[in-house]
């Protein structure tokens, strides 16, 4: 299948009338408000799964903080909006993790911090009060768009959402094939790619007319949409 690279690692789009930058980091960016948003980091998932008896390699907590302080020095955004699923469960409130957690947002000290809060963090209970997170139902809506944890319409907003940790699979052609974290985008519906390095993805899908933006290697891939039966 023939892939169409977008500039760089980054991809203006407008979604609500509002200008956005879709970023191979697995983040989306609001220009005018300086929000960047990401979705499903599960924040000690790893910490989850040892406590659980299964034995996974430690440091997730880490990459992922230091792939989220790469994108804050980069883009210098005043928020950062969570679409859900912060914290992957009770046991994720291991010291380790809450020690690195806490951390962290000492160093980030003056950025304001939103939980749209999904599933799992329903489950996990709120997050620690050090954080200074503010946590909000779905739909949360600001000027034209809705932030959501699950994938939804809501009237009058173009809607950003997470939990699917949607991927696509693309095939070669020596019957071998790939699967790829993507943005995946419908009328009024943009749903994100899991922020989180231990999460896996769900392969999507996608009708005619919807947009396809594959993550590989810091660089962003449009898959050519699929056309409407004649």
Same mark, same amino acid.
């Given at each position: 299948m023939?892939?169409?690279p977008a500039p760089a690692s980054r991809l203006a789009v407008s979604l609500g009338g509002a200008d956005w930058i879709l970023l191979a980091q697995r983040a989306a960016y609001w220009v005018e408000r300086r929000w960047l948003v990401i979705a499903d980091a599960?924040?000690?998932?790893?910490?989850?799964?040892?406590?659980? /008896?299964?034995?996974?390699?430690? /440091?997730?907590?880490?990459?992922n903080l230091s792939r989220l302080d790469a994108l804050i020095e980069s883009?210098?955004?005043q928020a950062v909006v969570f679409l859900g699923d912060l914290f992957h469960a009770r046991e994720a409130h291991a010291p380790a993790t809450l020690a690195a957690m806490h951390a962290w947002r000492e160093r980030r000290a003056g950025l304001e911090l939103?939980?749209?809060?999904?599933?799992? =963090?329903?489950?996990a209970g709120?997050?620690?009060? /050090?954080?200074?997170?503010? +946590?909000e139902a779905?739909?949360?809506?600001?000027?034209?768009?809705?932030? +959501?944890?699950?994938?939804?319409?809501?009237? =009058?907003?173009?809607?950003l959402a997470g939990h699917l940790h949607p991927a696509v699979r693309l095939s070669g052609r020596a019957d071998d094939s790939v699967r790829l974290p993507c943005f995946w985008m419908r009328e009024g519906l943009t749903v994100l790619p899991a922020f989180g390095s231990f999460t896996g993805g769900? +392969?999507?899908?996608?009708?005619p007319g919807e947009r396809v933006i594959a993550l590989a290697e810091d660089r962003l891939f449009?898959?050519?949409q699929l056309r409407s039966a004649a």
């Amino acid at each position: 299948m023939a892939l169409k690279p977008a500039p760089a690692s980054r991809l203006a789009v407008s979604l609500g009338g509002a200008d956005w930058i879709l970023l191979a980091q697995r983040a989306a960016y609001w220009v005018e408000r300086r929000w960047l948003v990401i979705a499903d980091a599960h924040f000690g998932k790893a910490a989850a799964f040892r406590a659980r /008896g299964v034995p996974v390699p430690r /440091g997730t907590t880490s990459e992922n903080l230091s792939r989220l302080d790469a994108l804050i020095e980069s883009l210098q955004p005043q928020a950062v909006v969570f679409l859900g699923d912060l914290f992957h469960a009770r046991e994720a409130h291991a010291p380790a993790t809450l020690a690195a957690m806490h951390a962290w947002r000492e160093r980030r000290a003056g950025l304001e911090l939103v939980l749209v809060e999904g599933n799992h =963090d329903l489950a996990a209970g709120r997050p620690p009060e /050090g954080l200074r997170l503010h +946590c909000e139902a779905e739909p949360w809506t600001a000027g034209p768009m809705a932030f +959501c944890h699950h994938p939804k319409q809501v009237p =009058d907003a173009a809607v950003l959402a997470g939990h699917l940790h949607p991927a696509v699979r693309l095939s070669g052609r020596a019957d071998d094939s790939v699967r790829l974290p993507c943005f995946w985008m419908r009328e009024g519906l943009t749903v994100l790619p899991a922020f989180g390095s231990f999460t896996g993805g769900a +392969c999507i899908a996608r009708g005619p007319g919807e947009r396809v933006i594959a993550l590989a290697e810091d660089r962003l891939f449009e898959i050519p949409q699929l056309r409407s039966a004649a």
